[in-house]
Structures are given as structure tokens and as C-alpha cells.
């Protein structure tokens, strides 16, 4: 009678399986495919994940309404118009680059043409002082025309060529800004300064909207906030319009998109007038708020922050925009103070030796190698009777003064620091290639050399290691999520 | 095969003598080709011989260098791509070029972009021809079982209400029951009224369900004929059908 049990049994087990027709098991069981990570941090992401966005930029938008509220301090507020710039250039370029797809390297420009353009109104140097509401408007269309134009040869260029393109009219643009400081037009016997060269232009009005003159950081603050939110809303509507789906088909497969009747080229346009629109509208905002424009901010070191931001964050995902302008314009503020960029240095190499080394014990294993290194290399400088730094002369902060127990500094800092430098990037490569077996071992010198290059050298050179670290960084995070913090990953079945 | 009266059908595309080039390699050679409304018509041949090839100079993603095209009475010969899809063109790509990381109901929103914005009434339909679709509205297409995409392909071509369907290797790379589910859906299309140019390798199946069928050989047409004719036809049974 065991029989009727057992067979009742399979059919119940069975009745999980069976599937409508045209239904594949292997989708129909998605769910229960998906890897459920345990433990208290995969709770604490699982309880995050579930707050809606709609909170989520609440509380963003929170904090910054409360911040400039609490505090008048103007390197604060400068720092938040910083942000804010550098969000509006993010959301801009995060249409060009991250909805439609086009590698635009000439973005940086386009910011630059705006602040420049509200300094040729703004200021004595061509005798303009245009009014704010007159003046701003003209100049964003007029940086939306100059996309149309840079856009033009895009209508057949794709990928790096139109990289290589808009690289080149980045760069014309520097050149231009640079050299029109005496131009002299045919009909005039004397040159004129136009742009100022590498003098750029001093003395610019600051905005005065609605009978309010802008005195202070913190007005363009909340401008730059009202301006966000504003399109925070539109892009976030556009997005999911017709409009913004079309944009997102050209960058998967535009081929395919032109066969759904998608004018392409159209489109291409207006990702690219209105990342440029953007960028001249904060472009304006840069120019009033430091009442002085210089070209040097719209080289390629801008451009490469603004690309960071959008990759860190996601290409493509507007919250992901928003968080990729935070880590990339307050990191660099942060990393100002040594002891700041000290730990940050260190919470770096822990990440990055865990990303190399899963398991507990490995990771613990490592840990002993560097320090076992340590002692032997103390051991070495002794018997060689290097003359080691007194502790007190380098030993700052928390972490270094731990450290200084254990870590030998010898007194020609510069001699060894260059020194552990050029062996650290020769191990680097060196692992790259390396077996397994002999990665495992040699990782921890790598680490140590890490922490002597540092703590001997580098640590004196903010501006450097400001600049390591953040390159560290997005190296890691690529490689761990290359599709960004909030960004989608690609998931195709092939 | 339902019966239809000759008379009233009328012609919705016509190709005639059209050359096609890549580059300095001559592909189609003097092709013509006609569909009348209602009609599906299949382009049978075997690898190489230029079907996609026709297919893209129909779409206009090729250009014709010699001949015309004719499209709802409309001369397309120097028309671009979205306007020939703007008189009412549609296509299932080969492979179904889905946009794999944007959602089930983005790539069939994104079928009816000539229209302008979709209409629920046309997305009810597609759901309800397709009902698993409507299960999976919100799934990223990319992660699709090939039966499924190739739904939200036909799918996704339907939302645009297409006057001619143009589908290209609806069987490729999909295991046999798909295949043959696929050319169920396409059968009732057929039966809804709508026409149909099927490119395709699996003779057998495009003959089972077309109305009339074009043979391609290294980018000539060498036979045509209704579907019957050609699937009882000696050379071709030899050469394709392998019975």
C-alpha cells in the first residue's frame, strides 16, 4: 500500500515542474536561481533595497536643504556649488553618453563656452553687462547650437571615432579661449583681447534674478539645488517617455533601432544638445559664482572627473549620476587632510586585498605576510645600518602612530620612497602575470611595499595621492562591478 | 489554405530589377518581387544566397543601386529606413535583435514609435496573442528563453500595426517545438490578415504555411511559384527539402 503514497507524492513534486506550453524551465524557475547572500551585511542590502526611490531622493534632497540651513560657512557652500556643477554636468553628459550611447570627449568644452560666453556679457572686458534673465537663456540655446554643430559629424561616426572627433574640438576649444587674446580682425588696425589667454577674464557680475543680487555661495547653492530638482523630474519623465526609450535603443543596437523607424540621427542630435544645454547652463553658474573665468578648468582633468562620476555611479541611471558627482567632488575635498586620505588609504587596501582574497582565512593569512614583511625588512635596514626617521617626525595620525611600532622609516625618505615605488609597479606587473601559487605569496609584499611607499613618501604629497587613490578606486570598482554602483548589469542569455 | 478571390488583392510591395552591392561585391542581381496585401510569401534558399541581403534592401538598410521598389504605391527606392517603417514596414530581425537590457514592455513600447505613443489597445492585443508576455512585462528582454523573445520580436513588430510583416529566420536558433510553435503564430497572423514576407532556410515549414514562395540562388530569383507547386517541385525537393 506504499505504493499510491509515493506516486502521490511524485506527482505533487512533480506539479512544481510541469509548465504551461512555450513556458522554459529554465525561466519559469528564475527565482529560485537567484544567489541569496546571507549574513548581517546581505541583510542590511536586502533592507535598503527596498526603499523606494521616491524616499530615496527624498532624503537626499533633505540633507541638502538642511546643510546650507545649519551652516553659513563659505568653504561648505562653495564646495556644494561644486557638487551641484558637477551633478548638472553628470546629468548632461549622462544623456549623451550613458542614454544614447555617444562616447562624446568634447563635453568639457561645451561647459567652458558657457562660462565664458557669461563672462563676454558679464564684465568690462567687452564693456557687456547683459541682465542675468537675458543673458543665461541666450547662452544656453547658443551652447545648444554649438552641440548641434559639434554633432553634425557625428551623424556618421560611432564609438572612438566619434571619441577621437570630439577630443579634437575639446581641444580647439582650449586652443581658441587660449590664443584670442589678440586677435585682430581685418578691418581694425588694433588687436583686441577677447578671451584674456591664460589670464583669463576678472570682474564678472554675479547673477541678480528676481531684483535679488546673488552675494554668496549659498544663493547660487540653492539656484543650483531648484535647478536640479527641476530636472531631476523631467529626466527621470523623459526617460520613460518615447523619447527617452528611442535614446536608449540606439545605444544598444541602433541597427536594430533604425528597423523599429527610429531616426537616429535626430535623436543623436538631441542628446547632444541637450548634454551640451546643460553644460553651458552650468557653465554660466561657474563663471557668476567665482566672478572670474580661466580656461584651465575645462581641460581634459575636468572631463575625466565628469566620465569617473558617470561611470562610478552607473552610465545611464540618474540616482547613479547623482552619487558618482558626490564621491567624485567631495573624495578630493576629504582627501585634502593628510590623516583623512590616510585612512582612506588604508580602507582601500583592505578592500582591495578582501576583493583578492574571499575567505576569511586567506585574508587573514595575508595580513600576517604583510606583517611578517615588515619585520623582516626592519630586519634588513638594521644589518644594512640605514639610519632610521625618529618616530615622532612622521608618525601622524591615528593609523601612522599604530603603525609606527612596526613600520621602519629610514631617514632618506626620498631616496627609498622612490625606490619601494619603482619596485611596487614592477611587482604589480609582474603579478599580473603570475601563477596563482606564487601571486598568493607575493601579495603581501606588494601590500607592504604599499604601505612603506606610503607612509615614507607618499603621505607628504596630498595632491598625488589624492589623485592614486581615486584612480585606485575606480580600478577596483570596475573591476568588481563594472556596470557601476546603480547601474544595471547586462544580463543576456546567449 | 483559406480561399481567396485574385481579383481583390492588390499589390502592397513590389521590387523590380533591383542590384545590390557591398562594396564592389555584386549581391542581388536583377531581383524582383511582389506581395500582394494579405499574402504571405516566403524566400526560400540555401546559405550565402542573399535573402537577408534582400531583406535589408527592402528595408532600405542596403542601398538598391539599380531598380525600384514600391511600396504601397509609393516609390521607397530613395527612401530612408524609419520612413519606409513609417508606411507601414516591420520587421523580426534575424537573431530578433531584442534591446536586451530595457524590459519586455519597453521593446514592444519601442514597436510602435512611428506611431508616436503606444496604444493600450494594440499592447492588449500583443498580450493577448502572446499571454506569457504579459507575465513577463517587466522582465529585461535580455533575459528571455529563445521562444520568448522571439515572441516579443513578433510582438514588438506587430505594435506598430504593420501593413507588411518582414521576418527574417523566424526558426533560427531555436530548439524544434519552438520552431514549430513559431510557425504556428505565424500561420495565425496569416489567417488575421496580415502579410508577410518570411525569409527562410527551413523550407519545409515556410512552404507548410506560405501562399506563394520565391527560390534565391547566389542572388537571383530561379523559381517561383504558389507553395504547393514549389513543394512538390522535383529540382527543389532535391535541393532544399531533402525528401
Known amino acids: 500500500m506504499d505504493t499510491p503514497q509515493t506516486s502521490a507524492e511524485d506527482s505533487a513534486g512533480r506539479a512544481e515542474v510541469v509548465l504551461g506550453i512555450g513556458t522554459d524551465e529554465w525561466v519559469a524557475r528564475h527565482n529560485e536561481r537567484l544567489i541569496v547572500d546571507s549574513g548581517p551585511l546581505a541583510r542590511l542590502k536586502d533592507t535598503a533595497s527596498k526603499i523606494p526611490n521616491l524616499v530615496r531622493w527624498l532624503l537626499v534632497l533633505l540633507i541638502a536643504v538642511a546643510v ?23 546629468y548632461g553628459l549622462n ?21 565664458y560666453a557669461y563672462a563676454l556679457v558679464s564684465s568690462d ?29 557625428s551623424r556618421r561616426l560611432m564609438g572612438d571615432y566619434l571619441a577621437i572627433v570630439t577630443l579634437f574640438f575639446g581641444q580647439v576649444f582650449v586652443q581658441v579661449v587660449l590664443s584670442s587674446d589678440s586677435i585682430t580682425f581685418p578691418w581694425a588696425t588694433d588687436s583686441i583681447d577677447i578671451t584674456g589667454g591664460s589670464n583669463g577674464i576678472p570682474a564678472l557680475d554675479p547673477f541678480v534674478l528676481f531684483g535679488h543680487k546673488f552675494l554668496n555661495a549659498k544663493d547660487y547653492y540653492w539656484l543650483l539645488l531648484a535647478i536640479i530638482v527641476i530636472l531631476t523630474l523631467t529626466i527621470t519623465r523623459i526617460n520613460r517617455t518615447r523619447i527617452g526609450r528611442a535614446w536608449r535603443t540606439i545605444r544598444e543596437d541602433s541597427l536594430a533601432a533604425q528597423a523599429m523607424g527610429i531616426s537616429i540621427n535626430r535623436l543623436k542630435f538631441m542628446a547632444f544638445i541637450v548634454g551640451a ?18 580656461v584651465n578648468g575645462f581641460d581634459l582633468p575636468l572631463l575625466t572627473l565628469v566620465y569617473a562620476a558617470i561611470i562610478l555611479g552607473g552610465s545611464g541611471s540618474l540616482p547613479g549620476a547623482v552619487m558618482g558627482a558626490i564621491v567624485m567632488s567631495l573624495l578630493p575635498e576629504f582627501l585634502r587632510v593628510p590623516s583623512y586620505s590616510e585612512i582612506l588609504f588604508f580602507v582601500v587596501l583592505i578592500l582591495v586585498i578582501g576583493a583578492m582574497r574571499r575567505s576569511i582565512k586567506s585574508f587573514a593569512i595575508t ?128 | 489554405m483559406t480561399i481567396q478571390d485574385p481579383a481583390v488583392k492588390e499589390t502592397l510591395l513590389s521590387v523590380e530589377g533591383v542590384d545590390t552591392y557591398y562594396g564592389s561585391i555584386h549581391i542581388l542581381q536583377k531581383l524582383s518581387l511582389e506581395i500582394k496585401t494579405g499574402e504571405l510569401v516566403c524566400l526560400l534558399g540555401g546559405n550565402a544566397c542573399g535573402k537577408s541581403t534582400t531583406l535589408k534592401t527592402i528595408l532600405g538598410l542596403v542601398p538598391a543601386r539599380t531598380g525600384s521598389i514600391h511600396f504601397a504605391g509609393i516609390d521607397v527606392t530613395k527612401k530612408s529606413t524609419p520612413d519606409r517603417i513609417k508606411l507601414g514596414m516591420a520587421v523580426v530581425p534575424e537573431n530578433r535583435r531584442l534591446f536586451a537590457p530595457m524590459t519586455v514592455l519597453e521593446n514592444l513600447q519601442i514597436g510602435a514609435y512611428v506611431r508616436g505613443d ?4 494594440d499592447l492588449d492585443r500583443v498580450m493577448t496573442l502572446f499571454p506569457k508576455l504579459a507575465e513577463r512585462r517587466h522582465q529585461l528582454a535580455g533575459t528571455l528563453s529563445g521562444g520568448e523573445q522571439q515572441m516579443v520580436a513578433v510582438g514588438r513588430a506587430l505594435m506598430s500595426r504593420p501593413r507588411l510583416l518582414l521576418m527574417d529566420e523566424p526558426s533560427m536558433g531555436l530548439a524544434p517545438r519552438l520552431v514549430e510553435q513559431s510557425f504556428e503564430m505565424i500561420a495565425e497572423l496569416h489567417r488575421d490578415g496580415v502579410s508577410m514576407l518570411l525569409v527562410e532556410q527551413n523550407a519545409n515549414m515556410a512552404l507548410s504555411v506560405a501562399d506563394r514562395g520565391y527560390v534565391l540562388q547566389t542572388g537571383r530569383i530561379v523559381l517561383t511559384g504558389p507553395a504547393s507547386e514549389l513543394s512538390s517541385h522535383d529540382e527543389l525537393r532535391r535541393a532544399y527539402l531533402g525528401r
Open chain 1, 68 to 90: 546650507p540651513l545649519g551652516t553659513s560657512n563659505p568653504y561648505i557652500m562653495r564646495v556644494g556649488v561644486n557638487l551641484g556643477l558637477f551633478i548638472l554636468l553628470s
Open chain 1, 95 to 115: 544623456i549623451v553618453v550613458g542614454y544614447a550611447g555617444l562616447l562624446d570627449l568634447g563635453y568639457a568644452a561645451f561647459y567652458g563656452f558657457g562660462a
Open chain 1, 367 to 494: 595580513l600576517l605576510g604583510i606583517f611578517v614583511t615588515g619585520i623582516i625588512v626592519r630586519g634588513i635596514f638594521l644589518s644594512l645600518s640605514v639610519k632610521s626617521l625618529p618616530r615622532d617626525e612622521w608618525a601622524t595620525g591615528v593609523i601612522g602612530r599604530f603603525l609606527s611600532h612596526w613600520l621602519f622609516v629610514p631617514n632618506n625618505r626620498l631616496l627609498w620612497g622612490n625606490a619601494s615605488f619603482v619596485l611596487l609597479i614592477a611587482l604589480i606587473a609582474y603579478l599580473t602575470q603570475a601563477s596563482p601559487t606564487i601571486k598568493r605569496i607575493l601579495l603581501p609584499v606588494a601590500a607592504f611595499l604599499g604601505i612603506f611607499l606610503w607612509e615614507v613618501r607618499l603621505i607628504q604629497q596630498p595632491s598625488t595621492t589624492r589623485q592614486l587613490i581615486i584612480g585606485t578606486m575606480l580600478i577596483v570598482l570596475m573591476v568588481t562591478k563594472p556596470q557601476g554602483f546603480l547601474g544595471k548589469a547586462r544580463v543576456e542569455v546567449l
Open chain 1, 277 to 294: 544645454a546643460l553644460a553651458g547652463l552650468a557653465g554660466t553658474i561657474l563663471s557668476a559664482v567665482q566672478g572670474a573665468v580661466f
Open chain 2, 118 to 121: 503606444p496604444d493600450p489597445a
Open chain 1, 125 to 153: 572686458q567687452l564693456g557687456h553687462h547683459w541682465k542675468t534673465y537675458i543673458s543665461v537663456p541666450i547662452i544656453v540655446v547658443a551652447t545648444a547650437l554649438l552641440g548641434f554643430l559639434v554633432s553634425l559629424p
